[in-house]
């Protein structure tokens, strides 16, 4: 079982950054990927970034060269620094971990993120 905490959600203007961290705890030894997911009122959940134990990085093409993820493996956190913010980012983001390739996936709560004028 893995349990996941996030934080880092918020209300920020437009153009505004925040960091979103995503903790995972439980009996395992490892984690293959580690990801964030979002969804927005009336859509369905897309991927936003996820990252590999190994460092590789998937990001949608709607975010690239405005956010970074990064993880802490020693820590088995997950980071996600949000940079430029525009409104179409609002959504409920999701933390996402799966310990093996093609594994089961764990899933975070959700933590709000809204972006006003």
């Known amino acids: 079982q893995v349990q996941l905490v996030e934080s880092g959600g918020g209300l920020v203007q437009v153009g505004g950054s925040l960091r979103l961290s995503c903790a995972a705890s439980?009996?395992?030894?490892?984690?293959?990927?580690m990801g964030w997911y979002r969804q927005a009122p009336g859509k369905q959940r897309d991927l936003v970034a996820a990252?590999?134990?190994?460092?590789?990085?998937n990001y949608a093409d709607s975010v690239k060269g405005r956010f970074t993820a990064s993880r802490d493996n020693a820590k088995n956190t997950m980071y996600l620094q949000m940079n430029s913010l525009k409104h179409e980012d609002t959504a409920v983001y999701y933390c996402?971990?799966?310990?093996?390739?093609?594994?089961?996936?764990?899933w975070g709560q959700g933590t709000q993120v809204t972006v006003s004028s």
């Open positions: 439980g009996r395992f030894i490892s984690i293959y990927s």
């Open positions: 990252i590999t134990s190994g460092g590789t990085t």
């Open positions: 996402k971990v799966q310990l093996v390739p093609y594994g089961n996936a764990y």
